[in-house]
């Protein structure tokens, strides 16, 4: 299943077939834009001319069946081709147009003859206008697949995006394994030195073996292994990031289910710089922090 974001923009055009009892008619099209930005839930606005306003409804339904979040604005814009711009009147038209202006002209002998324009247009405006509703409907229809294609096309990008993003965090996590007990051992060592100074600071009076000062002195060093393991931290990060790939190759609305991991690997992040007792850890929790950041701004845009 297709992985979509909620960014894109799809349009679609489509014209009135040929009608022999309506020829001004013909030619007649429709414009269906839509424009989709991110959003936390669907959120659809319309703009629509007078005319097609009754149509909303079915259009709020084309739509909304389609998709489930994002803010979705449609325009819709009627259109007509340059020979159908002007009607082909009837012989009955023109004739009962010729008996109107004769009646005209005699009560009113002052009165002007008309033009060809003016014929034309008194032509076209008592031709009944054909309703555009199924021609709107089917560029709306034509318009969301284009929308949907351009969504697709954007979320196949932003899994690229997040995948290589997944993998730095992992290189970041493997980084780090190593350096726990390489502080653990530095530490021990430190405790060691300060324990024996601290012990000729107090005077040769007082007798402690050899065997007590190493003890004490691995005691501290395994209380400061347990405040500043990591261990369990790396572990869920991991976790974490098997089941965001496992989403993201599963496809579908899977937005607002990875927002909340890429919540929970901040959180792990942090818990890590704030257990740093090196400053080669700090660096490797800024990076990561750095990198589920810019997961946060991808996941953000996905449907």
């Keep these: 299943m297709a992985v979509y974001s909620m960014t894109g923009y799809g349009s679609a055009t489509a014209s009135a077939a040929a009608n022999p009892e ?14 989709s930005v991110n959003s936390r839930f669907l959120d659809l606005a319309f703009r629509l001319p007078d005319e097609l306003r009754g149509l909303e409804p079915a259009l709020r ?28 009147p009837a012989p009955e038209q023109l004739m009962r147009l010729a008996q109107l202006e004769s009646n005209v002209q005699t009560w009113l002998p002052k009165a002007q003859p008309l033009s060809v324009h003016e014929a034309l247009n008194w032509c076209r405006n008592a ?5 555009l509703d199924e021609v709107a409907l089917e560029a709306t229809r034509q318009a969301v697949k284009a929308l949907q294609e351009a969504r697709a096309r954007e979320g196949d990008r932003l899994v690229k ?24 051992q530095r530490q021990q060592q430190r405790f060691l030195e300060r324990w024996n100074e601290a012990l000729q ?13 190493r003890d004490r002195a691995l005691n501290e060093a395994a209380s400061f292994a347990i405040r500043i393991d990591v261990a369990e931290e790396l572990a869920r990060l991991t976790a974490h990031l098997d089941e965001i790939e496992r989403l993201l190759k599963a ?30 850890l700090t660096g490797i ?7 589920v950041e810019q997961m946060r701004e991808q996941v953000q845009n996905l449907e």
């Design 61 to 88: 339904e084309a739509v909304g069946s389609a998709f489930r979040r994002g803010k979705i604005e449609l325009r819709l814009a009627g259109q007509r081709d340059a020979d159908s711009g002007w009607p082909h």
């Design 127 to 131: 031709t009944p206008a054909e309703r």
């Design 201 to 213: 600071v107090a005077g040769a009076g007082q007798a402690v073996s050899e065997d007590a000062q």
């Design 285 to 291: 929790s800024v990076e990561m922090k750095v990198a």
């Design 22 to 35: 309506n020829p001004a008619n013909s030619g007649v099209g429709v414009t269906v834009e839509l424009r």
């Design 251 to 280: 496809g579908g609305e899977l937005g607002k289910r990875l927002d909340f991991l890429i919540q929970e690997l901040h959180r792990e992040a942090n818990t890590m710089g704030s257990k740093s007792a090196a400053l080669e």
């Design 161 to 184: 995006v997040l995948m290589e993003r997944i993998g730095r965090l992992r290189e970041l996590a493997e980084q780090a394994k190593p350096l726990v007990p390489a502080v653990v």
